[in-house]
T-cell receptor
Framework: AQSVTQPDIHITVSEGASLELRCNYSYGATPYLFWYVQSPGQGLQLLLKYFSGDTLVQGIKGFEAEFKRSQSSFNLRKPSVHWSDAAEYFCAVGANNAGNMLTFGGGTRLMVKP | NAGVTQTPKFQVLKTGQSMTLQCAQDMNHEYMSWYRQDPGMGLRLIHYSVGAGITDQGEVPNGYNVSRSTTEDFPLRLLSAAPSQTSVYFC?????????????FGSGTQLSVL
């Protein structure tokens, strides 16, 4: 069975600083990898996804993520954080089956200092 | 388009009471699912459906029932609520089943069981 670990429960960065959120996964085959963002009181919104091909993927809101098979990682990055990026971020891995059973990490809550 | 609509947004139950959480989508999505979100544990899949008349269990199905009589609706039933079911519940749908698919989430139902 697949699993996802997000080592950082909380991260605080200053507005304008760069950001990297860590994600490590465990899955026996080539994974389908996702980053979702959850703003307070809202559902989750897809930021970006990786299936195959170029290991650096671009998403919405200026986010990118890099798939590193050797490290089983899919870290999310942004060069310059905005106050509106404060939210909870979830990494997820999708199994290659019809059940669409995404497995989510525990989430990282991002706080942005002015 | 309303997307994925969940009702109610908040609910307080007493132990042993029953209730149904409603979920409806207007995107003609084949796949629908229910997740629960608990602090530090990310989202865990409760039940899912790959089409009308077809449902299956996810990671944490005990204490919950579902049915899918139409493409649009996927209600989640708690037959006898327990304090352990205090959580935030999200309904999500996608065009097709499969680990590659983007999920569209409702805004959630916050449930407290006393």
């Amino acid at each position: 069975a697949q699993s996802v670990t997000q080592p950082d429960i909380h991260i605080t960065v200053s507005e304008g600083a760069s950001l990297e959120l860590r994600c490590n996964y465990s899955y026996g085959a080539t994974p389908y990898l996702f980053w979702y963002v959850q703003s307070p009181g809202q559902g989750l919104q897809l930021l970006l996804k990786y299936f195959s091909g170029d290991t650096l993927v671009q998403g919405i809101k200026g986010f990118e993520a890099e798939f590193k098979r050797s490290q089983s990682s899919f870290n999310l990055r942004k060069p310059s954080v905005h106050w509106s990026d404060a939210a909870e971020y979830f990494c997820a891995v999708g199994a290659n089956n019809a059940g669409n059973m995404l497995t989510f990490g525990g989430g990282t809550r991002l706080m942005v200092k002015p | 388009n309303a997307g994925v609509t969940q009702t109610p947004k908040f609910q307080v139950l007493k132990t042993g009471q029953s209730m149904t959480l409603q979920c409806a989508q207007d995107m003609n999505h084949e796949y629908m699912s229910w997740y629960r979100q608990d602090p530090g544990m990310g989202l865990r899949l409760i039940h899912y459906s790959v089409g009308a008349g077809i449902t299956d269990q996810g990671e944490v199905p005990n204490g919950y029932n579902v049915s899918r009589s139409t493409t649009e609706d996927f209600p989640l039933r708690l037959l006898s609520a327990a304090p352990s079911q205090t959580s935030v519940y999200f309904c999500a749908s996608s065009y097709r089943a499969g680990g590659r698919e983007k999920l569209f989430f409702g805004s959630g139902t916050q449930l407290s069981v006393l």
